[in-house]
């Protein structure tokens, strides 16, 4: 089989391509003559014009997850966010506790903080999950002590789709009184249904390239709640100072093509995300049905408690870094390990799961999406099933004659 | 990562992949699967020459295209106890990355536990 000349694209989890929908309103804001002012500019007509904008996409976003737009701060995405969640409520409350609660499955955007936070003198609890990824909210209301002041727990898990029962983690951390909830939902929107509100989230982390939105913007939810749940809202310390931006919290000026795109990809995603779920639901399956018809294929995470748009599965008998560079010409997925060096590191995901060093190396996250069709999978799997087999017999590992040490979890 | 044309075209097309048995056939490995490297070389070999030369490898994209390399270039050439090409030149020749130079000496190993001991074979 000859390499495609463009690879099919299986990582929505990474990213999704703007819908044209998005880019077309925002290269309207770009060539505007009069939607290009300053959204803080409230001296003349051009401010108001793009601050009007900036508010509409506020309420789009609101509207999208179950919060109110006055709920909603602007960020350059998911990571800042988790950032200013995290550094934000530990500086604010650091004379009240100094103590998170997390888990090692969250995405580098909370573990890095985390690290830096303890290097500044926080503890932080990483809580292990199941072997599916699940936590047992039991495990979060374990662990949390008097001065713990925040809990960051991710709606779905960006690796291996799982999803948490943040309902149950909102009402511990209600109960608790002194330990916000913060959760990262960079991967929810779109997937599941969100409801801001009714969670009893404190604080949510928002991304609109995940969305089919522009990259560089995301949000930062920060609940203001009024039914008395709370004594308080969550407060936090800015990260940036320079004029006083989105409430105090986010210093600069806002881009409003970004804020507009993430906006207009919210409420379209919010309008078709159920029917979009049923229908990712049946490649999914397909893909599954699939890839375990080529034989020592094991799928990672919960089946049950997980979004169908991620799918991660090991190869036994496959070295990871081979698996990659075979399927990389004709397929774009994500493998287990982090090939950001000459030598891999497994999936600390996986890990935590587990699963083996060497079947977290030989894992692959397959992200579909909207653009996702029956001969993408199809493709995928016809790829999978030759180079998984090529691998194996370099390997002397055909047949099922799979060594021990390589397989079993 | 990145590799270099040579290193992709012996990656995706091996030649020599398996195993040899009968007369004159030497077998050395190196390795370990649990540790992500594992190499094994068959060697055929007469009157210190090498007739033949099969490899397996549970390894990476340069690891195998240096076996396979390695297997493919030897045949008709003495057996000696070294390596036909030393590690820095195949280094250099595959562009390997120097974080993976140990990658190369366990080849080297699994090739040499195959031809020391058909040296002086003469069938």
């Known amino acids: 089989m000859k390499a495609a000349k463009i690879p099919v694209y299986l990582d ?127 495990q979060v209301a374990a662990a949390l002590r008097q001065d713990t002041v925040l809990v960051s727990i991710m709606h779905v898990n960006n690796e291996i789709g799982v999803v948490q029962n943040i309902g149950a983690l909102g009402a511990i951390c209600a109960r608790h009184g002194g330990a916000w909830l913060h959760v ?55 990260l940036l100072f320079g004029g006083g931006q989105e409430r105090g919290l986010r210093a600069g000026t806002l881009a409003t093509h970004q804020v507009v795109g993430m906006g207009l990809a919210f409420e379209l995603a919010s309008s078709i995300s159920s029917t979009e779920t049923v229908r990712v639901a049946q490649p999914q399956r397909r893909l599954w049905q699939g890839l375990a018809s080529i034989g020592g294929v094991l799928r ?9 748009h991620v799918l991660n599965v090991s190869f036994e ?3 990871g870094e081979s698996l990659l560079a075979a399927v990389r010409p004709y397929l774009a997925v994500s493998a287990g390990s982090a090939c950001n060096s000459a030598l891999a590191e497994p999936s600390y995901v996986l890990r935590a799961l587990g699963r083996s060093e060497r079947l977290s190396e030989s894992s692959l996250r397959f992200g579909l999406g909207r653009t996702t069709t029956t001969s993408d999978i199809d493709t995928a799997v016809a790829v999978l099933s030759r180079e998984v087999g090529r691998l194996r017999d370099i390997a002397g590992a055909r047949s099922g004659k799979v060594p021990d040490a390589v397989a079993g979890a | 990562m990145n590799y270099s044309e040579l290193t992709r075209r012996y990656f995706e097309s091996p030649t020599g992949v398996g195993e040899l048995s009968g007369a004159g056939v030497f077998r050395g490995a190196a390795g370990n699967r649990e540790q992500g490297t594992w190499v094994q070389f068959d060697l055929q070999c007469k009157s210190g020459t090498l007739l033949a030369a099969r490899f397996l490898a549970f390894a990476c994209p340069h690891t195998i295209a240096v076996s396979a390399w390695l297997a493919e270039q030897s045949v008709g050439k003495a057996v000696t106890r070294t390596l036909p090409e030393s590690v820095q030149d195949l280094r250099d020749r595959f562009d390997v990355p120097v974080d993976k130079m140990g990658r190369l000496l366990i080849i080297e190993d699994a090739w040499l ?11």
Request: with cysteine; hydrophobic share 40%.
């Open chain 1, 12 to 138: 929505h989890a990474s990213t999704t391509p703007v819908d044209s929908r998005v880019a077309a309103r925002m290269a309207e804001i770009l060539n505007s003559e009069t939607e290009f002012g300053n959204p803080a500019s409230a001296s003349h007509h051009y401010g108001d014009v793009a601050h009007a904008l900036v508010e509409q996409a506020r309420c789009q976003v609101a509207a999208a997850v179950g919060a109110a737009p006055n709920e909603v701060v602007w960020t350059s995405g998911a990571t800042e966010a988790n950032n200013l969640s995290l550094f934000g409520a530990a500086q604010y409350y650091r004379e009240r506790g100094r103590h998170i609660v997390t888990s090692r499955t969250e995405h580098k955007a909370v573990l890095d903080p985390c690290r830096e936070l303890e290097r500044r003198g926080w503890q932080v609890t990483y809580l292990v999950p199941d072997g599916e990824g699940l936590l047992d909210p039991d």
């Open chain 1, 184 to 238: 990262d939902a960079a991967q929810s929107v779109g997937k599941c249904p969100i409801d801001f509100a009714g969670l009893g989230v404190d604080l949510m982390s928002l991304s609109g390239h995940k969305v089919y939105g522009p990259k560089g913007v995301g949000a930062l939810l920060v609940a203001q709640r009024k039914d008395g749940s709370r004594s308080a809202r969550a407060q936090l310390a800015p």
């Open chain 1, 300 to 308: 990672n995470g919960s089946v049950s408690h997980s979004v169908p």
């Open chain 1, 317 to 319: 008998g496959v070295e």
């Open chain 2, 113 to 123: 536990a195959a031809a020391v001991p058909a040296i002086d074979y003469r069938g």
